[in-house]
């Protein structure tokens, strides 16, 4: 038996096929699949292609194939879930697979199937604790309500202190010239026509103006190192309140582009976490998680 993972967030879906023992045999990397970002046909479109690829690379796998698969947006509203069920029941005609969300692919992966919580801090976040078949989850409120800690807050707290250093509220710090070289505009008051025209406010696109607080940060921007430090402890936050759920210590593991800081997230966020908790980096990336699920479930 074969196994494709595949792991479906908001920047980026990973596919991964895998054999019985869960050997790497081929993988690949396409677009978004995310319900509230692009269209039904696009995410048919590519998990199709994610699928054609993996096989192309290991034709043998073709008629022994199973699948498991996290996407975002797979959560707690019905039309959402029956909308990500339609479309996998479309993309997927003949050939098994069982459906979650990307942050339970996470979990699995990260903890190798072992109890604890995961969090993931990207494009958004959303915090996850696995102990037995019981799942918590906290945070995954979206954008428009918290994502606290996601890379999409931390760009939106970029532009704010922005702002407020252009018009005199704060001083001028690298954070500030970072930013204008960053989205190459001469004018501060060009960055209202870059928002609203050329970006149009998408969630990703803002996101992606994350990686100037990690450049800030490593210029030792005393707004950057703030930001990084707020976000640790709402990411804090959400880890406290799901370890509650543990009478003794309890394993945590984290994913997401806001831990490529490294130390400027991940040592403030030790320090906020409640001393039950082992904070450890991920045995497994998340689609190998789809591939322990697939194998579990099917």
Known sequence: MYYAGIDGGGTKTKFALYNENGVLLAQTVLGTCHILQVSKEQIISILKEGIYYLLEQYPQARSRLKIGLGLAGYGQNPQLRNKIEDICDQAFTNIPYTLTND????????????????????????????????EIRCGGWGYSLGDEG??????KKLL??????????????????????HLHIQADHELITYMNNVINNERDKIAKMAVIVWQAAMHQDSYAIKIYEEAALEIAMMLNTLSKNFDGPVTVSYIG????AEQYILDPLKYYLDSK??????????????????????
């Not at 996601?150 to 760009?155: G, M």
């Not at 704010?160 to 070289?181: E, H, M, V, W």
């Not at 082992?278 to 579990?296: H, N, Q, V, W």
Request: aromatic share 10%.
């Open 277 to 298: 908790i082992t904070l450890i980096p991920p045995l497994y990336p998340p689609e190998y998680g789809a591939y322990l699920l697939a194998k579990e479930r099917l």
């Open 257 to 260: 582009g806001v831990f490529k």
């Open 103 to 134: 942050v339970e692919t996470a979990l699995h992966g990260a903890l190798n199937g072992q109890d604890g919580i995961m969090v993931i801090a990207g494009t958004g976040s959303i915090a996850l604790a696995k102990q037995g078949n019981r």
């Open 160 to 181: 704010a202190i922005f702002c407020k250093q252009s018009d005199g509220r704060l001083p001028k710090t690298y954070l500030y010239d970072a930013l204008k070289q």
């Open 150 to 155: 996601s890379a999409y807050w931390i760009a």
